[in-house]
Structure formats: C-alpha cells, structure tokens
C-alpha cells in the first residue's frame, strides 16, 4: 500500500536486536516513503512513551517497550488505517494498560484501528464497534453496548447478596424499596450486563449449533 494509507503491527514481530528505537523507525521510514524525518521519529516515540529510549537499543527492552515500539513503527508515514494482531499478547498488566491507552489515544486523533484480539475483556473497553468471526463468516456484530444484554439485578444485603435475573434498571427502584420495606439493610446495587466474552461464546455457540 501507499505510504499514509496503511500502518500493519503482526502478532509476532522481530527488529534487530542492535537497533536503537529511533534506527528501527528510520529504517521503516525508508520502506514506507515517508518523508517525516527526525521530527516524525521524535513525535511518534513520543506518543507511544519511548522519547527517553530513542538510543536504546532493542535488545536492552522489555517486551512491552518492544511492543509500543512495534505501535509506533505502524504509525510510521501517518496512515488512515492501522491493522493491529494482538497487541497485548504476552504483555503483563501494565503493558496492557499502557497500550489501551495508546489505543484511546489514537481514536482521540480520529486514526481507525483495526484491532484482532482475543483478550476480550481488554478488547471492550476501547473498541466502538465489534464483528465476531466465526470459521471465515460474520456471526454477529454491533457496539458492546448493543451487543451485551441484561443479566439481571444483585443487590448487597445483610444476609448477602440477593440476586434477581429477570429484572432491569428499571425494576432497581421498586427492589430498593421493598426490600427495605422487609426490613433488609442494604449496601450496594449492580446492574449485571453481559461482558463481551459472554456474547463471543454465545454467538460461537449458536453458530456452530
């Protein structure tokens, strides 16, 4: 594809291990065309938390350095879209965080990302829109919030927690209050909504039923 287009980060990728982070952007800046220079290099070690690691090089990173490494080698040539394959894979949990907010940053500057994944739980708290894929073929798509469905209303109570499946946000009122008309005290209320790992494994089951 043509340099700005396209920026691609594979689930298993490699640099050299004696290229320093701003090398291994300069050598991708020459396959991809782009024209940005030094102050394209800067700005994008910048953005994915790298600028004090500019000279280091790739064998002295951890995997997480590596990967937002990887991010910003994608970013080179400022492309529309970005296609990422597991960018959390293998990450602990404040690798994980540091690239979901790298991820919330890039929808704030309006970048499209593609983003193939099976941390779900990861996936739902950054993604607008979400297509499951089931042998090749579509089997469900939507926002996580059209997707996920209630799971019904638990209530924190004195005698533990009390849980009503049937019932809504609407309903919580009307619990609320008979509850402590009985007596009840009580200490929290959650509406449960489906997570985006229930919705997965229901639209894989109902697939291959």
């Given at each position: 594809?043509?340099?700005?287009?396209?920026?691609?980060?594979?689930?298993?990728?490699?640099?050299?291990?004696?290229?320093?982070?701003?090398?291994?952007?300069?050598?991708?800046?020459?396959?991809?065309?782009?024209?940005?220079?030094?102050?394209?290099?800067?700005?994008?070690?910048?953005?994915?938390?790298?600028?004090e690691a500019?000279?280091?090089?790739?064998?002295?990173?951890?995997?997480?350095?590596?990967?937002?490494?990887?991010?910003?080698?994608?970013?080179?040539?400022?492309?529309?879209?970005?296609?990422?394959?597991?960018?959390?894979?293998?990450?602990?949990?404040?690798?994980?965080?540091?690239?979901?907010?790298?991820?919330?940053?890039?929808?704030?500057?309006?970048?499209?990302?593609?983003?193939?994944?099976?941390?779900?739980?990861?996936?739902?708290?950054?993604?607008?829109?979400?297509?499951?894929?089931?042998?090749?073929?579509?089997?469900?798509?939507?926002?996580?919030?059209?997707?996920?469905?209630?799971?019904?209303?638990?209530?924190?109570?004195?005698?533990?927690?009390?849980?009503?499946?049937?019932a809504t946000?609407?309903?919580?009122?009307?619990?609320?209050?008979?509850?402590?008309?009985?007596?009840?005290?009580?200490?929290?209320?959650?509406?449960?909504?489906?997570?985006?790992?229930?919705?997965?494994?229901?639209?894989?089951?109902?697939?291959?039923?």
């Open positions: 594809e043509a340099c700005g287009t396209i920026g691609y980060l594979p689930e298993l990728f490699r640099y050299p291990d004696w290229a320093s982070a701003d090398e291994v952007l300069a050598m991708h800046q020459r396959l991809a065309g782009s024209q940005g220079g030094d102050h394209e290099r800067q700005e994008l070690l910048e953005l994915v938390g790298l600028r500019r000279t280091k090089r790739v064998e002295e990173m951890s995997k997480g350095m590596q990967q937002r490494l990887g991010m910003a080698q994608a970013l080179v040539g400022s492309p529309r879209l970005l296609l990422f394959d597991e960018p959390t894979s293998a990450l602990d949990p404040a690798g994980r965080i540091a690239v979901r907010e790298l991820l919330e940053e890039l929808r704030r500057r309006g970048i499209a990302v593609l983003l193939n994944s099976h941390l779900l739980s990861e996936v739902e708290r950054v993604v607008d829109r979400v297509i499951i894929i089931n042998k090749g073929r579509m089997v469900s798509a939507g926002t996580p919030a059209e997707l996920a469905h209630s799971g019904g209303v638990e209530v924190d109570t004195d005698t533990g927690t009390r849980t009503f499946p049937d946000r609407a309903d919580v009122p009307r619990l609320v209050a008979e509850l402590v008309g009985d007596g009840v005290a009580i200490y929290g209320v959650r509406i449960v909504r489906s997570s985006l790992e229930d919705v997965y494994l229901e639209a894989i089951t109902d697939a291959n039923a």
